[in-house]
T-cell receptor, first 114, second 114 residues
Framework: AQSVSQHNHHVILSEAASLELGCNYSYGGTVNLFWYVQYPGQHLQLLLK??????LVKGIKGFEAEFIKSKFSFNLRKPSVQWSDTAEYFCAVNRRGGGNKLTFGTGTQLKVEL | KAGVTQTPRYLIKTRGQQVTLSCSPISGHRSVSWYQQTPGQGLQFLFE???????NKGNFPGRFSGRQFSNSRSEMNVSTLELGDSALYLCASSLTLEGTDTQYFGPGTRLTVL
């Protein structure tokens, strides 16, 4: 069974600071990788995903993530955060060929201060 | 295009009762997945339906069941409710069973068991 670890549970940054949220997964086979975001009072929505090709993927709102296969990692980055990035961020994986069943990490609550 | 809708949005039940939650996917989406979100356990996969057949199942007791109709709408049922079933139940839809598809989440049904 796969598992996902997010190392930072709470992160507080000032506007314009750079962001990196860690995500590691445990699974012996091929996976698809996702970052979802949940803004206050809103639905979970997809930030970006990776399943093949260039391991550096770009998503919405200036976010990007890099898949490093040797480290089983898929860290999320943003060069300069804004107050509106305050949200909870979830890393998730599913097994290639295993349908849409997502295994989520525990989430990282990001607060961006003005 | 309308998003994923879930009804009801809020429910209060007592222990021992049963409950049925409904999910209407985005038009054209044939896969519906259900997740339970709690502060302690995070987001956990319940089951996935595609073409009226359960395709994936998470590690939940048999009290949790679901079904999908020919129009792709889905319901989940929880029988003999326990206090620990209090949670936000999320439904997600996607076009196919391809794990690379984006899953679109609904607003959730907040279930409180007293």
């Amino acid at each position: 069974a796969q598992s996902v670890s997010q190392h930072n549970h709470h992160v507080i940054l000032s506007e314009a600071a750079s962001l990196e949220l860690g995500c590691n997964y445990s699974y012996g086979g091929t996976v698809n990788l996702f970052w979802y975001v949940q803004y206050p009072g809103q639905h979970l929505q997809l930030l970006l995903k990776y399943f093949s090709g260039d391991p550096l993927v770009k998503g919405i709102k200036g976010f990007e993530a890099e898949f490093i296969k040797s480290k089983f990692s898929f860290n999320l980055r943003k060069p300069s955060v804004q107050w509106s990035d305050t949200a909870e961020y979830f890393c998730a994986v599913n097994r290639r060929g295993g349908g849409n069943k997502l295994t989520f990490g525990t989430g990282t609550q990001l607060k961006v201060e003005l | 295009k309308a998003g994923v809708t879930q009804t009801p949005r809020y429910l209060i039940k007592t222990r021992g009762q049963q409950v049925t939650l409904s999910c209407s996917p985005i038009s054209g989406h044939r896969s519906v997945s259900w997740y339970q979100q709690t502060p302690g356990q995070g987001l956990q996969f319940l089951f996935e339906y595609f073409s009226e057949t359960q395709r994936n199942k998470g590690n939940f007791p048999g009290r949790f069941s679901g079904r999908q109709f020919s129009n792709s709408r889905s319901e989940m049922n929880v029988s003999t409710l326990e206090l620990g079933d209090s949670a936000l139940y999320l439904c997600a839809s996607s076009l196919t069973l391809e794990g690379t598809d984006t899953q679109y989440f609904g607003p959730g049904t907040r279930l409180t068991v007293l």
